[in-house]
């Protein structure tokens, strides 16, 4: 059974006598706003005798009133901001029936409820752009009261809905009483228009791949696992759509782009969260140094885009993403951050200098893995402003193709950023028996534990076996590029909805009270 608060069941009272007089909470009908609070602010500013500013009709959350007798002020926000409101009772209800004043509005209207005003435009005594109300209407009642500023005994005040979990689970709310929370998600889609933008200029091609895969693949991840009933087949959710857009430039389109969803069942983290979004790419006749150049290019259009600057402000760290952006070997990298070339080093002498480096690493982990550690640890934390590691060992990089002049190494580059992976790019392999082998290899390491290692997907390799041209790759995280962007210290800030532990209910309305 539903635990009400007292609040709570007041409100639901208060919906019952509207309807009693007549007074539906919920109407079905259309309110035609005619302006949005900041146009409106800002059209007054700029010419108070602008006649459409004299009938205005606009909408939004009650966030205040202040009833004054016969007259009174509220605040209402809508999608943009907030704008004030004032009234008075027989102007809202000529003759006798006072009771949309006295009444509905006095005592009967909620903070939270949403309406719709009419009247125009005024600048109150006090310099207060507001809307002279002729007219108002209850649209929509809400029955639950919103979080408030609350005041301490020692007259501390503080916002009752800062809690990071609250938040989370109840974006909702969080969107209402922390309105600065909308700027991060329209900042996020300004990056996306932004990268679709560049990508269309070329004529690349978006596309949709599948989401349950019966194989998965394109990444070292564990999947999430499913089961498909007609079919009476195991399924996965993908982990990266590297291999299908693959088999689209095995098919012949020059330039394939995914806005993708994509699923890892992993640990979580404020780096990481089990669903996420990448943005996939691959281009056939070009190559990772190609690839990077587009990189550098796009990262900084998003950046003049989002914020206006190549400049952004992370934390205590400013950075530029104006081009040309550094680039060191994945092996001079750990070396600059270690003093140690591990470069000529085989399995047991990597695990040797893991060990005097005081990083664990453990049986199943195989050469790649060892050298991962190590950059991870050592080298990337340190990398602030955006910089392109590359060359990778063969044994990290399955998919991508070998290096045309270091043997042992792939033609691979990560961009890092504030510490973290960006993006990761290949010249791809198109070798179907190179390729073939890899996936043996990765195997290999799945049968000593490895359960982030890649299977064999006999359909990638027959698609490969009909040629794929040269190509080049690249996976941008955009959840990891919007926190850099929004300078968010969290995934979870730039989600609406991340993923939670189940929720504890017990003393949900004190939370929000």
């Not at 640890?377 to 392109?388: C, G, H, N, V």
């Amino acid at each position: 059974m539903q635990h009400l608060s007292e609040q709570e069941i007041l409100r639901r009272e208060t919906l019952l006598q509207l309807q009693e007089k007549g007074i539906n909470p919920y109407p079905a009908e259309t309110w035609d706003v005619t302006h949005k609070s900041t146009d409106l602010i800002a059209k007054f500013e700029a010419n108070p005798e602008d006649e459409t500013l004299q009938q205005v009709t606009i909408a939004g959350r009650l966030m205040s009133k202040r009833i004054m007798g016969k007259a009174s002020f509220a605040v209402i926000q809508d999608s943009e901001s907030k704008i004030q409101f004032y009234l008075k009772g027989d102007e809202i209800c000529p003759g006798e029936d006072k009771f949309l004043y006295e009444e509905l509005f006095k005592h009967k209207l909620d903070l939270g409820d949403i309406i719709g005003v009419k009247g125009r435009v005024f600048r109150t005594k006090t310099g207060e752009i507001s809307v002279h109300a002729t007219e108002f209407k209850l649209l929509s009642k809400s029955l639950r009261p919103l979080p408030v500023v609350k005041t301490d005994a020692d007259g501390t005040t503080f916002d009752a809905f800062t809690n990071p979990e609250q938040r989370y689970r109840m974006r909702y709310v969080d969107l209402i009483v922390n309105p600065q929370v909308r700027e991060t998600f329209r900042k996020r889609t300004k990056l996306v228009n932004s990268m679709r933008e560049y990508l269309n200029q070329f004529d690349y091609m978006e596309v949709e791949t599948p989401i349950l895969q019966p194989l998965y693949g394109g990444a070292a991840a564990r999947p999430f696992k499913t089961h498909h009933n007609t079919l009476d087949m195991t399924l996965y959710m993908r982990i990266a759509n590297e291999l299908y857009l693959k088999r689209l430039i095995v098919g012949g389109f020059d330039g394939v782009y995914e806005f993708s969803k994509d699923f890892r069942n992993e640990g979580m983290s404020r780096f990481h969260n089990p669903e996420f979004t990448q943005m996939e790419l691959y281009v056939s006749y070009k190559d990772y140094n190609w690839m990077m150049n587009l990189v550098e290019e796009m990262v900084e259009k998003v950046a003049i885009d989002v914020t206006g600057s190549t400049k952004v402000q992370v934390g205590d760290n400013l950075i530029d993403f104006k081009r040309p952006w550094k680039r060191l070997t994945m092996f001079e990298a750990i070396k600059e951050y270690t003093g140690v070339d591990i470069s000529e080093m085989n399995e047991e002498q990597l695990r040797k200098t893991a060990a005097d480096l005081k990083v664990h690493v453990d049986t199943k982990m195989g050469k790649g893995k060892i050298i991962d550690e190590l950059f991870g640890t050592f080298a990337e934390p340190k990398l602030i402003q955006p910089t392109f590691i590359t060359d990778y060992p063969v044994e990290m990089s399955p998919l991508a193709k070998a290096h045309r002049s270091k043997p042992g190494l792939v033609e691979r580059f990560e961009a890092i950023c504030n510490g973290k992976e960006l993006c990761n790019s290949f010249s791809e392999l198109n070798d179907p028996i190179d390729q073939r082998k890899r996936f043996e290899d990765q195997l290999e390491l799945g049968k000593r534990g490895d359960d982030e290692a890649m299977v064999l997907d006999e359909d990638f390799l027959r698609a490969l076996e009909f040629g794929m041209p040269p190509t080049a790759g690249l996976g941008i995280g955009i959840d990891r590029l919007a926190m850099i962007m929004t300078n968010s210290n969290s995934i979870q800030e730039v989600l609406f909805f991340p993923h939670m532990r189940p929720e504890n209910t017990t003393n949900e309305n004190q939370n929000q009270q």
